[in-house]
Nanobody, 124 residues
Framework: VQLQASGGGLVQAGASLRLSCTVSGRTFSDHPVGWFRQAPEKEREFVGG????????RYRESVKDRFTISRDNGKQTVYLEMNNLKAEDTAIYYCASTRGSIGIPDIMRFYTYWGQGTQVTVSS
């Protein structure tokens, strides 16, 4: 199973950005794809996630009014739409998936497969 995140970039505060995460090497199942981010000198943190089958989502409290996660099962791709970006959203964003269907964990150790990360920089 491989995940590839893309779509990062440099934007100004208040702008929007959409990240993509393409999953390959996996037959369809109701597994979660989560988004995490890691800012410089900070621990990696859960941003949100989605169940590929049912489409249920879960978000970090600080982003739930600004970020939206969606998926396109035909393309095996998950999207993270980020609106009204703030300087504190600056981080490397990673997508990840679990080995089985266990809901949408917010803890890194439950995720087995990780993408390479994409840099998001928000200038104030």
């Amino acid at each position: 199973v491989q995940l590839q995140a893309s779509g990062g970039g440099l934007v100004q505060a208040g702008a929007s950005l959409r990240l993509s995460c393409t999953v390959s090497g996996r037959t369809f199942s109701d597994h979660p794809v989560g988004w995490f981010r890691q800012a410089p000198e900070k621990e990696r943190e859960f941003v949100g996630g989605i169940m590929m089958g049912g489409g249920n989502t879960r978000y970090r409290e600080s982003v739930k009014d600004r970020f939206t996660i969606s998926r396109d099962n035909g393309k095996q791709t998950v999207y993270l739409e980020m609106n009204n970006l703030k300087a504190e959203d600056t981080a490397i964003y990673y997508c990840a998936s679990t080995r089985g269907s266990i809901g949408i964990p917010d803890i890194m150790r439950f995720y087995t497969y990780w993408g390479q990360g994409t840099q998001v920089t928000v200038s104030s």
